[in-house]
């Protein structure tokens, strides 16, 4: 394996997300499951890779792709003549330049007028300062006059700042906004201004443009590229969102500007928020899900409930965290870790130390304290050797860090040790399916199966990575055989019920979510997961845009998992798709409270702040909201993957 690290997705962990190890990595990512069921309706949703621009029947605008963009102006392309196009070529080429803040100032078509004056534009002009424009009055004559001294001005103005004479231009151009506060000399003086970096001065002028023209381009750009350079990266974000979207959507340059500053304000503000979070354990879904990505195994010798323990001891506190643990409620999960905890501080765990190191480092792990759990999975192979699963722990840490050869290096290390554990090749397995080597994980997964055929993950990631490598049929095998040997167990409904809905097969895909929830409101009724509810919604959404069901069915996600940030994503979108912007914002931003890292914070504040900024522009540029809607038929209908 290659030593350069490789960055694990930023998507919330759902399935494929900064854990690998979860159990449910079958099914999609949430942000690509969310942005696919979107993407196959009218209302168009953002995607935080490409990042974009859409509209939906609302109004509200997104951030369209790259090849979105280009598809459009393609389209439009055909329809224009040859002279158009080559115009349309001429102004893509400088908005290169002004969507940086590079352009050079606006030079006006001369008038037979002013085409007389070659030599020097300045003559005939008197002195022009703010007591004698004074004198120049209201008068019809006068009022021409002070136009052609603007003019002229402007002129000299730009052959100043075409010399490089910065200062002299910016005087020419303070004389001309004498004669005529025009927004197209406030801008051409800003251009001065930012050639010399003087941002501030940039934003004062650009800023008096665009009151007198609050759809001018140039001028936005100009101040988004200051606003970039003092670091006020919001705002910089407004204007260039609102520059998009006056353009419609032609500037690419502006559009990438729109992505950079997305993802900056969205790390700016979850470094925030990753400094003041409260560590503590994430979702039941989520700890139940990475849990059962192991194969269940009997309690340690010694530590069985039969054994005659003090409860107050080190080892009858390790054993109160297994027995808690057992319960699979987010009351029982924090027992367990308070309990793993306590079992360290009294010691006396003899040969157990190593295995309550590995429990301890995996509670720390799902709280978010990489740093501290990779020093007890490190502290359980170096008292333990034979604890493989700390090896495979601690391999999805240095996943999730990014540290490729780490990874490999402790599985291989766990073979070492015990070569024929099924759980080392599983998640090994887990491995190569991130990283979009398929072939390599489905021989892994396949192992997996010849060593241990009863751990129904292992069959299931089988039938997912088979149709990830576009062997449908053999996909949908893998899965009824599933259901014929583990009909009881009911994620095996639930992730063939995807790979159903992958294939819009509708009322196949409910059925069995239905069955899904079923199973679990009967086996765990009270930590059931939530996830074939959320599939759910997805499913009634894409096929029958019933939004009233959809929320109904997130909603009671949310009342049995209240910290369940796939119910909650969801739901944003489900408001989001029905014009409910400012609540769907609120949910954008609880799914950001809820995520583990720093990269899924990042990924849900992106879309936090996009919805944020797209309202912030509808209320300071009413006017742009008829536009938008007018855009809606022509970009919401292509498919975002």
């Known amino acids: 394996m290659s030593a350069e690290p490789v960055p694990l997705p930023s998507t919330p962990n759902t399935n494929l997300g900064s854990s690998y190890t979860s159990s449910d990595s079958s099914s999609l990512p949430l942000w690509d499951k969310v942005t696919t069921w979107v993407a196959q309706n009218k209302p168009v949703v953002y995607t935080i890779a490409g990042v974009t621009v859409v509209v939906s029947l609302g109004g509200v605008a997104y951030y369209l792709s790259g090849s979105r963009r280009s598809d459009a102006v393609a389209q439009d392309t055909k329809r224009l003549s040859k002279k158009e196009r080559r115009k349309a070529k001429q102004e893509k080429e400088r908005g290169t330049d002004q969507a940086s803040g590079r352009s050079a100032p606006e030079v006006s078509q001369p008038t037979a007028r002013a085409a007389t004056v070659e030599s020097d534009p300045l003559d005939g002009i008197p002195q022009i300062d703010e007591s004698s424009i004074e004198s120049l009055s209201d008068e019809a004559d006068k009022i021409q006059d002070r136009r052609e001294f603007s003019t002229k001005l402007k002129i000299a103005g730009n052959k100043a700042y075409g010399d490089k004479d910065y200062n002299k231009a910016i005087g020419l151009y303070g004389k001309a906004i004498l004669c005529k506060p025009d927004p197209i000399f406030y801008s051409n003086r800003a251009a001065c201004y930012n050639a010399l970096g003087s941002w501030e001065k940039v934003v004062e002028d650009t800023t008096a443009a665009i009151n007198i023209d609050s759809e001018y381009v140039k001028a936005l750009n100009r101040r988004a590229n200051a606003y970039e350079h003092l670091k006020k990266y919001s705002e910089a974000l ?19 500007s729109v992505e950079r500053l997305l993802k900056l304000v969205a790390e700016a503000k979850g470094k925030i928020i990753l400094a003041q979070k409260e560590k503590k354990l994430p979702s039941p879904t989520f700890v139940t899900n990475y849990l059962h990505s192991f194969r269940p195994k009997p309690p340690p010798s010694g530590l069985e409930q039969t054994a005659d323990l003090d409860e107050q ?31 360290l501080e009294l010691n006396e765990l003899d040969e157990h130390k190593g295995f309550a190191y590995n429990m301890r480092g995996t509670f720390r792990y799902l709280r978010g304290e990489n740093n501290d759990a990779l020093e007890d999975l490190t502290k359980s192979v170096e008292i333990n050797p034979a604890l493989t699963q700390s090896y495979i722990k601690r391999a999805s840490m240095h996943l999730e860090l990014g540290h490729r050869d780490a990874a490999a ?63 449908i049929a053999s996909s949908m095998a893998t899965f009824r055989r ?44 009270l930590g059931m997961n939530v996830l074939p509810l959320i599939n759910k919604a997805l499913a009634l959404f894409q096929w029958k845009q019933d939004f009233q069901e959809a929320e109904k069915l997130c909603q009671k996600a949310l009342i049995i998992d209240p910290e369940c940030d796939i119910a909650v994503a969801t739901m944003a979108q489900l408001l989001l798709q029905q014009g409910k912007v400012t609540e769907a914002l609120r949910y954008f931003e609880r ?34 909201t008829e536009r938008l809607q007018a855009m809606g038929g022509n970009i919401g209908g292509a498919a975002m993957r």
Do not use: W
Not at 315 to 343: I, P, S
């Open 482 to 525: 599933c259901i014929k040997n583990f009909d009881k167990v009911p994620d095996v409904y639930n992730y063939y019920g995807e790979l159903l809905l992958d294939q819009q097969k509708y009322q196949e895909a409910v059925e069995k979510f239905d069955t899904a929830v079923e199973m679990e409101k009967q086996t765990k009724p």
């Open 238 to 256: 407004m204007d260039y969102t609102a520059s998009c979207i006056i353009d419609q959507f032609r500037n690419d340059q502006s559009a990438q």
């Open 591 to 624: 799914a950001a409270e809820l995520s583990r890292t720093e990269g899924e914070i990042v990924n849900a504040l992106s879309y936090a702040e996009a919805t944020r900024t797209q309202l912030e522009v509808q209320q300071k540029y009413p006017q742009l």
């Open 313 to 343: 001891s080190g080892k009858g506190q390790l054993r109160a965290g297994l027995v808690a643990m057992e319960k699979g409620t987010g009351e029982g999960y924090e027992t367990a870790a308070a309990a793993f905890d306590r079992a």
């Open 409 to 471: 290096n402790d599985f291989e290390q766990a073979m070492a040790q015990q070569a024929d554990d099924p759980d080392i090749y599983y998640h090994r397995a887990q491995l190569h399916f991130i990283l979009n080597e398929f072939a390599e994980a489905a021989k892994d997964y396949q192992k997996s199966i010849d060593l241990d055929r009863d751990f129904i993950f292992s069959h299931i990631q089988l039938g997912v990575t088979q149709y990830k490598m576009g062997s």
